[in-house]
């Protein structure tokens, strides 16, 4: 009932910056949080950033200064400034939210197809 896709994902060189979006869309009443993942090969998936409804953020502690969360509610999308890019942040990059899709309702959660971010020389 709710789809997040995301753009953005791509190849870039060291030293260089990407920016992610995440549009939802479908029967959405309101937004709770939304956040991105990532899981590079052979690894757990690991959360980057999440961002409420209120604009309060939380980072991985090793992301902090070089990737930027941020949403337009207006839009219901998400997005992920990564500068500084380093080999270390390649990964499949996966969009989260939590939505309400009733006034009185659960909360529900959805994850993204992801995007591949690939750092290399």
């Known amino acids: 009932q709710v789809q997040l896709v995301e753009s953005g994902g791509g190849l870039v060189q060291p030293g260089g910056s990407l920016r992610l979006s995440c549009a939802a869309s479908g029967s959405i009443f309101s937004i709770n949080h939304m956040g991105w993942y990532r899981q590079a090969p052979g690894k757990q998936r690991e959360l980057v950033a999440t961002i409420t409804s209120g604009g309060s953020t939380n980072y991985a502690d090793s992301l902090k200064g070089r990737f930027t969360i941020s949403t337009d509610n207006s839009k219901n999308t998400v997005y992920l400034q990564m500068n500084s890019l380093r080999p270390e942040d390649t990964a499949v990059y996966y969009c989260?939210?939590?939505?309400?899709?009733?006034?009185?309702?659960?909360?529900?959660?959805?994850w993204g197809q992801g995007t591949q971010v690939t750092v290399s020389s």
């Open positions: 989260r939210s939590g939505v309400y899709i009733s006034p009185r309702g659960p909360l529900y959660r959805y």
